[in-house]
């Protein structure tokens, strides 16, 4: 019997798994929780073997959720199950300590298989997932963007014009066109819509 713990900030969503996994023979649903802390909280008292892990929730989310059971010592496996598959999504929760990254369209076959398998400590990721990461490993080794180029992207993504973003940041027009020729060539863009587009997945920019 596999003990499960569903994090999810949607009880609709909760709801459909506790709906999914209960008549299906060899898992036990222990509780849920609506966030990040109330998964720790949970965990740690009910002691599941695989938590299926949100991300993106109110409060605590579900990489520093993962963070903060991985630091406790807790030996639950940790299946992330979400709707993004980002790089700035997939690789934090990896390196936290996430066992597995199923997006929630996954058939449920497959979210079987999932679970069994991180409670086997196995590694399981959906085949979006795994091409981004392959093709990660396959690209060649990215520059980093300067402090300069990254306030210069800022800007533009907060709707700076060139003339703009010179005057805020002190520099002439000449060097800020060419932070952002620098900025798009570390990021492969050829437009600055694509360089904001790119530095937000990458997680180099944050929305306000």
């Known amino acids: ?10 009880p609709v969503v909760r709801d459909g798994l506790r709906g999914i996994f209960t008549p299906e023979h060899g898992f036990e649903v222990l509780g849920e929780a609506a966030d990040g802390a109330e998964a720790v909280e949970l965990a740690e008292r009910l002691r599941p073997d ?5 991300l993106r929730m109110p409060g605590l989310d579900g990489t520093a959720a ?33 066992t597995g990254y199923l997006l929630k369209d996954s058939p449920k076959e497959d979210l079987f298989r999932g679970v069994r398998a991180a409670a086997r400590g196995e590694s ?9 990461m392959m093709a990660q490993l396959r690209a060649p080794a990215r520059e980093p963007l300067s402090g300069r180029e990254l306030e210069v992207l800022g800007l533009v993504a907060r709707g700076s014009t060139n003339k703009e973003a010179a005057a805020k940041l002190f520099i002439s ?5 060419t932070h952002l020729l620098h900025a798009y060539a570390k990021l492969g863009v050829k437009d600055r ?15 306000r």
């Open 50 to 54: 695989v938590v299926l892990m949100d």
């Open 66 to 98: 993962i963070t903060e059971l991985a630091r406790r010592g807790n030996p639950a496996k940790v299946l992330v199950l979400t709707t993004y598959d980002t790089d700035s999504d997939v690789l934090p929760a990896i390196e936290a300590g996430a």
């Open 124 to 132: 399981v990721l959906s085949p979006a997932v795994a091409s981004r």
């Open 1 to 10: 019997m596999i003990t499960l713990l569903i994090t999810d900030d949607h």
């Open 193 to 207: 819509a694509a360089a904001v587009a790119v530095a937000y997945e990458r997680g180099l920019l944050t929305p």
């Open 173 to 177: 027009e000449a060097t800020v066109k």
